[in-house]
């Protein structure tokens, strides 16, 4: 054998011409396909990108010229219609909008080695800074890419390290973002919710935007949540091809950790009811709040059975110790009778148990209890499967997902709002003495506004919640003056939710 030390790559006139036209039909094909103007999305920012570096790398085409103007025109138009104000993508995935954040970074670099982009060069790397200060917002504490949409979740431990080379020298290594503050990332439509920003803090996200096209999933508030270091509550995302057997299911709403309505038509043609309504956002030291509605839920002419319903899920993220309250509230618009049946639908990369009724935690350690409030009308409870190891044909690092499924449904004829109340409750080591119990309010509803008793180690908490702000709303003679009235046992305080 010979040595590979000894090996020689032949490079031919023959080849070089042959790569010459390669590249040569590469950037007319592209340049032809950037002539009908501006369309969003990573493919064609992708492609932008690699046309620039086809136009610096080959200047003897008298060609290149035009395709590098093309590329800088596509690229700043990119730049200011393809983000949020807040700089999140509006494909609206972690992934993809790294992706993307990347492609702008490379046609940077490259520009800089070929003279700039001219007047677009700032433009445009303010556009970098802003995807880059998104991210620094919005990635856990363990600097993981959470499994929105069809993205799977993913570390990124060198995302933040690596864009500091865009930003002034002397920018520290979280971009200049406070990572132990929570946000409300208002325009592209996300909740962050945290408690400290190092590893072992909880983190939580929750959607509150609208459809973002493909790469965009048949969700709307559904919520991630992190602890220890670990993941915990974590949708599956997606793995694999799209053309891949289950890829139906990773975009169904059943995929994620949110409550549905069994057998409900999820409005496939107007977007608007698919988007948030009512975001409401409050944060200081002690709490977060977060509550907003959707009406995906829509009767369908051939599919009457179906309900239309309004879907809202309030949050408060207590931060000591650091658990969160998730309220979901199902009510029909047209019919004051809750004619539908419900589904709470948890998922965990490591699987689900059973301890009593109303009383669940993932298996392993770090771990998540989840204590339901009420237990009348919960009917079945199921846990199984997403996909299995011997499913998975991904490269994450979980390969393996499990759902907890919780079913409710009231006697027929029942009238009023039907939901969870659902306590999530992290920890490491021994499984902490936890519990969670309804407080009926007077001019109040259960699921809609009411009190809760909260007791875990750090002591009793009573939340009591209003979140359409009832007028004339008490619990225990205490009225509700807005829309959240959170009084925190030892000491703690109490805060008002306006």
Known sequence: QRNVREQRLSFTTDTAEAFNKLFLGFARSLHSLSASGYR???????????????GCSFPEYAESTAWKRRAVSMLEAHVQRDFFADGGHKERCWSYGTGVARHLCEAYDTAQRFGGLGKADQRVLRGIRKAYTWFAKSIGPTDHLPAYGDGQLAFAPKLLEQARAYFPKGTDATLGIDRGRSYLLDSSGYAIMRNGDDRKATYLNMNVGHWGGWHSHLDLLNINLWSHGQPLIEEPGRYDGYDH???????????????????????????????????????????????????AYQTFGLEPQSPTCAVRRTVIFVKDPGYALVIDTVKGLYSSTADFSLCAKWHSQTGFRALKPGLFRTKGGPACLLALARTDGLRHVETGYDFAESDYTGTGVYPERYYLRLRRWMATGFVGAVGFATLLYPFSGKQPTVSIKAIEADGGEPWAAEGYEVRTPRGKDVILVNPEARKGVKVSGKAIGGRAKVMLGNGRGSVTVR
């Open 40 to 54: 969003s999305g990573n493919w064609q920012i992708n492609g932008c990108g690699a046309l620039f570096q086809l």
């Open 245 to 295: 057997p289950q890829s139906y299911y990773f975009r169904a709403p059943e995929c994620h950790n949110l409550t549905t309505i069994e057998g409900g038509h999820w409005d496939n043609q107007n977007v608007d009811n698919r988007n948030a309504r009512d975001v409401r956002w409050f944060s200081n030291d002690r709490i977060d709040y977060v509550s907003a509605y959707h009406t």
